[in-house]
């Protein structure tokens, strides 16, 4: 079966799903494959449940006109999403870059969200899965898309944006992350620089950029930029949109104005002044798509953060402010910095080990330490093996996971902490707020 025969297909039934535990009526099972399991076997199962067709790889399973066998179930995927992303021609921002990529696509969506028809990648499906499932989802009635790409490879943003093909996209910033998978940072620059390759041949395309980001000016030459930052930096006065950090203890507060000169003030519910860059960004977005200024305020200010993700929360013992959902040394030492200057009686950091460094493991945590041991916070927890390796630490106490640290606070709860929760998502450190 051909792409443009599946999907004339996918246009009669156009609900898909790759869980043959959720099946909606007249939907398109694909039968994908992981480390651990083969779709294959549960197309049978999938069709009983009510799905109208199959889509296999191993023609073995096959029994009956509703199975279509094709030669790669992910490839016929992501080849079906991009064909029907071709089809509907809509306008498309990719979103990609170390830190911050959620937030930002999901600010981003929201200021669009003031004047268009917005669909927008949900959670964290950015990856050769996530982003397929998420194009097969615009309808004509959407006026734009934004879209979020990830890595943790060389090479999966070209696979990604190749599905994509965006009009416009923005790099948040690059930092150490995945180093295991990259190899070096350099490696991270040139992955998250695949957006910029693929947007520098095609005619039309922007490039919304954080002027102040020197590793990202460095790849940017060729394109057709659009600039944000601080109103402090040099080269402000050619930014779309500048700002400044108004307050930050404990939520962001800035002022931003458009290149005209008109200045706005946004209180937001963002914790770290590292988000500055996160609004800003946005803010630019929604000028750059004629969104009116006060509108743009309004979405920002609106917008709350989930999925322990720089998450402010009251308990009846602490305040807590959750960064579980992942960590690397970039992302890490910016929360510990904001967190310094934070104003608190008492102040606590949980620090949960990074993954996926490889060999810059040891030396990326013992930095981590190196500062912790000029803050003098009230008290310091480290979870994890890596952390455990760390012989610099002058004031901590060591977990070796997060359920001998859960039995500890359960026998001695703190209270009237301020607490930092910052780790990757593997070491569970979202467990600790119902003990908090």
């Given at each position: 079966?051909?792409?443009?025969?599946?999907?004339?297909?996918?246009?009669?039934?156009?609900?898909?799903?790759?869980?043959?535990?959720?099946?909606?009526?007249?939907?398109?099972?694909?039968?994908?494959?992981?480390?651990?399991?083969?779709?294959?076997k549960?197309?049978?199962?999938?069709?009983?449940?009510?799905?109208?067709?199959?889509?296999?790889?191993?023609?073995?399973?096959?029994?009956?006109?509703?199975y279509?066998?094709?030669?790669?179930?992910?490839?016929?995927?992501?080849?079906?999403?991009?064909?029907?992303?071709?089809?509907?021609?809509?306008?498309?921002?990719?979103?990609?870059?170390?830190?911050?990529?959620?937030?930002?696509?999901?600010?981003?969506?929201?200021?669009?969200?003031?004047?268009?028809?917005?669909?927008?990648?949900?959670?964290n499906?950015?990856?050769?899965?996530?982003?397929?499932?998420?194009?097969?989802?615009?309808?004509r009635?959407?006026?734009?898309?934004?879209?979020?790409?990830g890595?943790?490879?060389?090479?999966?943003?070209?696979?990604?944006?190749?599905?994509?093909?965006?009009?416009?996209?923005?790099?948040?910033n690059?930092?150490?992350?995945?180093?295991?998978?990259?190899?070096?940072?350099?490696?991270?620059?040139?992955?998250?620089g695949?957006?910029?390759?693929?947007?520098?041949?095609?005619?039309?395309?922007?490039?919304?950029?954080?002027?102040?980001?020197?590793?990202?000016?460095?790849?940017?030459?060729?394109?057709?930029?659009?600039?944000?930052?601080?109103?402090?930096?040099?080269?402000?006065?050619?930014?779309?949109?500048?700002?400044?950090?108004?307050?930050?203890?404990?939520?962001?507060?800035?002022?931003?104005?458009?290149?005209?000169?008109?200045?706005?003030m946004?209180?937001?519910?963002?914790?770290?002044?590292?988000?500055?860059?996160?609004?800003?960004?946005?803010?630019?977005?929604?000028?750059?798509?004629?969104?009116?200024?006060?509108?743009?305020?309004?979405?920002?200010?609106?917008?709350?953060?989930?999925n322990?993700?720089?998450?402010?929360?009251?308990?009846?013992?602490?305040?807590?402010?959750?960064?579980?959902y992942?960590?690397?040394?970039?992302?890490?030492m910016?929360?510990?910095?904001?967190?310094?200057?934070?104003?608190?009686?008492?102040?606590?950091?949980?620090?949960?080990?990074?993954?996926?460094?490889?060999?810059?493991?040891?030396?990326?945590?013992?930095?981590?330490?190196?500062?912790?041991?000029?803050?003098?916070?009230?008290?310091?927890?480290?979870?994890?093996?890596?952390?455990?390796?760390?012989?610099?630490?002058?004031?901590?106490?060591?977990?070796?996971?997060?359920?001998?640290?859960?039995?500890?606070?359960?026998?001695?709860?703190?209270?009237?902490?301020?607490?930092?929760?910052?780790?990757?998502?593997?070491?569970?450190?979202?467990?600790?707020?119902?003990?908090?």
């Amino acid at each position: 079966m051909t792409i443009e025969e599946l999907y004339s297909l996918f246009q009669q039934h156009p609900v898909i799903t790759t869980d043959s535990r959720d099946c909606p009526a007249d939907s398109l099972f694909f039968a994908l494959k992981g480390d651990s399991f083969d779709g294959n076997k549960f197309a049978k199962a999938a069709l009983e449940k009510g799905c109208a067709y199959a889509i296999i790889d191993e023609p073995e399973y096959a029994d009956g006109e509703k199975y279509i066998v094709v030669d790669n179930v992910l490839k016929t995927l992501q080849e079906l999403a991009r064909h029907h992303r071709r089809t509907l021609g809509t306008k498309i921002i990719c979103v990609t870059g170390t830190n911050g990529k959620t937030t930002t696509k999901e600010l981003i969506a929201a200021v669009l969200k003031e004047k268009y028809d917005v669909l927008y990648t949900q959670g964290n499906f950015n990856n050769e899965i996530g982003v397929p499932k998420t194009l097969l989802q615009l309808e004509r009635r959407h006026d734009i898309a934004v879209v979020e790409a990830g890595a943790s490879h060389p090479g999966d943003i070209k696979i990604l944006v190749d599905i994509i093909e965006p009009d416009y996209g923005i790099i948040t910033n690059v930092g150490k992350a995945h180093l295991l998978g990259f190899g070096s940072f350099e490696g991270v620059v040139r992955t998250k620089g695949e957006l910029y390759d693929y947007l520098r041949p095609k005619a039309g395309t922007k490039v919304f950029i954080n002027g102040n980001d020197q590793h990202l000016k460095g790849i940017s030459a060729g394109l057709g930029l659009v600039e944000y930052g601080l109103g402090t930096d040099p080269d402000s006065k050619e930014y779309l949109v500048s700002g400044i950090i108004s307050s930050c203890d404990p939520t962001l507060n800035f002022e931003w104005k458009e290149r005209s000169g008109s200045v706005y003030m946004v209180s937001t519910h963002l914790i770290g002044a590292y988000n500055i860059y996160n609004v800003l960004a946005a803010a630019c977005i929604g000028t750059f798509f004629d969104v009116r200024p006060e509108e743009i305020c309004h979405a920002i200010a609106a917008y709350t953060p989930t999925n322990n993700r720089s998450e402010l929360k009251d308990t009846e013992h602490n305040q807590l402010i959750i960064d579980a959902y992942n960590a690397n040394p970039t992302s890490m030492m910016a929360a510990l910095k904001n967190f310094n200057t934070m104003k608190a009686a008492k102040k606590m950091v949980i620090l949960g080990d990074m993954r996926e460094l490889g060999d810059s493991s040891l030396e990326e945590h013992r930095k981590i330490v190196e500062y912790l041991n000029s803050c003098h916070f009230d008290q310091t927890i480290l979870v994890g093996e890596e952390f455990a390796k760390c012989d610099n630490a002058t004031n901590a106490a060591f977990y070796k996971d997060v359920e001998e640290l859960k039995k500890a606070l359960q026998e001695n709860q703190p209270e009237g902490y301020q607490i930092l929760i910052k780790g990757s998502n593997g070491i569970k450190l979202f467990q600790l707020p119902e003990v908090l």
